[in-house]
């Protein structure tokens, strides 16, 4: 039972009862919160997972909801939101720091506009610095755990700092489960004047390229399914691509539809449910296992969903 004074004592910043996730997921779906909090400072942030810990309750951490897909019946416990905590970067020499509440695509073009390379290929990725690290995203041969110097996060009621070695980056994983990332100190590289020409051509090729293969005139959340490693893919053929041959572009339910563009994109065509969501998620799977014998893994987080492909 939470007692709503003594929470609203605790932590300084915005307090919501039954908020809809709709109003901030990506996806646009998603019911009500129990309790929606978006915490003024860090330490603040730090009190509420501390709050719902110490009351068995569960804590979802939300930067903008880019990569989030929550169920029609809502979130259970307390969803708390990066977006003013977790704010402010600096760029000195070559190290950007930032808390994990900024966009990540403004921090790789701010990046690149001090002539700084490393993750300036990352730029169209939506979501919070936080997220990015979290799922250790990745684009065109760059993955953000690459250029991780060290992080600060939040686990077991203390503050800690991880160096890049303390952390189990691989494809689209970090391994920082249960631990609520703070902030992070990037490494970058100085570019010389040619490399910052040929990297600003590469960047603008990305960004045309992700305009003309991503469907991004509709709410989505990205790449919904992680593409398969060699061991169990030796053609090294993508999910997009596998959902493609087994002819389910434009397959929809409800509102939802499986992008004409890129098949392994979900988009919500104007009314959605995350159930009609789901659905398509179980079908592209389903269709994946039959023909090619791979099960897919989600690499969209899933929330108030039992036993989600995972």
Known sequence: MVNLEELRASV?????????MSGHTTFRTGGPADFFLRPDTPEDLCRA?????????????????????????????????TSTALSGYRIRKDLLTAGAGVSFSLLAAKSFEASLGGIELLQGIPGTLGGAIYMNAGAWGQ????????IDIFSAGSVKTLRQADIAFVYRSSGLDGAVILSAELKLRRLTARERREQGRARDEAAERRLRTQPLKWPNAGSVFRNPGPEHNPEGMSAGRM?????????????????????NFIVNTGSATSADVMALVTTAREAVLA????????????AGFENAFC
């Open 12 to 20: 300084k910043g915005t307090v919501l009862i039954g908020e809809p």
């Open 49 to 81: 997972v501390t709050f719902f810990r110490n009351r068995n309750l569960p804590c979802t951490i939300l930067g903008c909801g880019s990569n989030m897909l929550v169920h029609d019946d809502g979130i259970r416990g307390a969803v708390i939101a």
């Open 143 to 150: 993955q953000i755990g690459d250029a991780v110097s060290s």
């Open 243 to 263: 959902i493609e041959l087994c002819g389910l572009k434009g397959r929809t339910c409800g509102g939802a539809m499986i992008s004409d563009v890129h098949a």
């Open 291 to 302: 023909r090619f014998g791979i099960e897919l893994e989600l690499e969209v987080r899933t």
